[in-house]
C-alpha cells in the first residue's frame, strides 16, 4: 500500500465528508478511474496516469463547491454520468434552482456550469435529499445519462437530448414533490 495523492483527505488538504463530496469516474476515456473532489473553491481532479498513479490536482471547475457556489451534501446531491455518449463523465448537481450541468472535455477539464432543468432542485420543485432521491442513469439506450426522481408524488424524468444541454421534462412544468398529495387532501375536506 502507497500513497498516491497526498491530497482529498482529512489531514492532506482539509477535506470533511459532511462537505466535500469525491467520486472516481473515467473523466478521460481511457477507462481508467479518475478522482474528483468536490471542494471548497470549486471541482478538483486528479487524472489516473494509467498505472496506479494520479496527476497532481487540479482546479477545473470554480463552482460546485463549499464556498464556490454555495453546495451542500444535505442540499445539493452531485453526480458523474456521461451525458454526451463521449466514455467521459460530467458533472450534474441539483442546486438550489434546478439541474446544473458542466460537459467533460474530454481531458479532465469541464465546460463552465449551465442550468439544463428549473426542476428537481431545493427550491426549483421543493426536492430535498432526505426524502427524493435523484439518480442519473440511461432510459432511452442512446448511451446518454437521463434524470431520475423519485418524489412524493411518483416517479418523475427529464429525458438528456444527448448533448447535455437540452433536456425534456416527463411532464410539462412537474409540480413540487409534495403538491399533488396536499391538493387531493385539500379538496377532500371541502367536500366534507
Known amino acids: 500500500m502507497k ?12 477535506w470533511r465528508v459532511e462537505r466535500h463530496p469525491r467520486f472516481l469516474a473515467d473523466l478521460t476515456g481511457d477507462g481508467c478511474a479518475d478522482i474528483v473532489g468536490f471542494g471548497d473553491g470549486g471541482v478538483w481532479v486528479s487524472v489516473n496516469n494509467g498505472d496506479g498513479t494520479f496527476a497532481a490536482p487540479a482546479l477545473v471547475v470554480t463552482d460546485f463547491g463549499y464556498t464556490a457556489g454555495g453546495w451542500r451534501v444535505e442540499r445539493h446531491p452531485r453526480y458523474l454520468a456521461d451525458l454526451t455518449g463521449d466514455g467521459c463523465a460530467d458533472i450534474v448537481g441539483f442546486g438550489d434552482g434546478g439541474v446544473w ?6 481531458d479532465g477539464t469541464f465546460a463552465a456550469p449551465a442550468m439544463v ?19 442519473l442513469a440511461d432510459l432511452t439506450g ?11 408524488g411518483g416517479v418523475w424524468v427529464s429525458l438528456n437530448h444527448g448533448d447535455g444541454s437540452r433536456w425534456l421534462a416527463g411532464r ?4 413540487p414533490p409534495g403538491r399533488p398529495h396536499r391538493e387531493r387532501r385539500r379538496r377532500r375536506r371541502r367536500f366534507r
Open 101 to 106: 450541468v458542466s460537459v467533460n472535455n474530454g
Open 117 to 135: 432543468v428549473a426542476d428537481f432542485g431545493y427550491t426549483a420543485g421543493g426536492w430535498r435529499v432526505e426524502r427524493h432521491p435523484r439518480y
Open 142 to 152: 442512446d448511451g446518454c445519462a437521463d434524470v431520475v426522481g423519485f418524489g412524493d
Open 172 to 175: 410539462q412544468a412537474p409540480a
Open 3 to 14: 500513497i498516491v495523492v497526498t491530497d482529498f483527505a482529512y489531514n492532506a488538504g482539509g
